[in-house]
């Protein structure tokens, strides 16, 4: 199957720093890209999608000046969680899709963020 | 999006056939079944997909009623490292969502 690279996979930055993940598509071109938080033991939580060169739509709840996503190219999106504070602490995950006739995705192999 | 409903927890052992059904009343039309695979502290890994009837590839087989409100994952002589979660998730290529439900927790024990 497709490849979807996901970097870092894990970071432990200290409270009140920034810190970008980095999802790739490495061999299709990634028309919309989805980002997940999920907690431990927990499913999967939809954080935003994105289109490539368009504004990332969000989840009801999650906020955008604290989750900011970029989705510049056809084979990269980013997922900057700005300000970070332990709360933020948790395993996120990028997902792609592109032009298929099916609802196929690929996953990242995820980020473990740790706030200390 | 068509809601799916499955068992939060399934217990098996090596060598057994372990089935995991899935229900989506609402499944549409156009809609797909997917079913994904996660191990701990890794993204979601696909399994297979369906939209009627049987699909079988090396790794699983998908069966599918023919009023597609229901479907069944068969996992074939389960090893401990079938030890997983198990997604199981519907909807078309238009869908501007890939929404997970709450899925399956296969434990396999020697």
């Known amino acids: 199957g497709a490849v979807v690279s996901q970097h870092p996979s894990r970071v432990i930055c200290k409270s009140g720093t920034s810190v970008k993940i980095e999802c790739r598509s490495l061999d299709f071109q990634a028309t919309t890209m989805f980002w997940y938080r999920q907690f431990p033991k927990k499913s999967l939580m939809l954080m935003a999608t994105s289109n490539e060169g368009s504004k990332a739509t969000y989840e009801q709840g999650v906020e955008k000046d604290k989750f900011l996503i970029n989705h510049a190219s056809l084979t990269l999106s980013t997922l900057t969680v700005t300000s970070a504070h332990p709360e933020d602490s948790s395993f996120y995950i990028c997902s792609a899709r592109g032009w298929t006739a099916n609802t196929e995705a690929f996953f990242g192999q995820g980020t473990r963020l740790t706030v200390v | 999006l068509a809601k799916t409903t499955q068992p939060i927890s399934m217990d098996s052992y090596e060598g057994q056939e372990v089935n995991i059904t899935c229900s989506h009343n609402?499944?549409?039309?156009?809609?797909?079944i997917t079913w994904y695979q996660q191990f701990p502290s890794q993204g979601p890994r696909f399994i297979i997909q369906?939209?009627?009837t049987k699909v079988t590839n090396e790794v699983a087989s998908l069966f599918i009623p023919a009023d597609r409100k229901s479907s069944t994952l068969s996992l074939p002589r389960v090893s401990l490292s079938d030890t997983a979660v198990y997604y199981c998730l519907v909807g078309d290529s238009s869908a501007s969502k890939i929404i997970f439900g709450s899925g399956t927790r296969l434990s396999i024990r020697p």
């Open positions: 369906g939209y009627k």
């Open positions: 609402n499944i549409a039309t156009n809609d797909y």
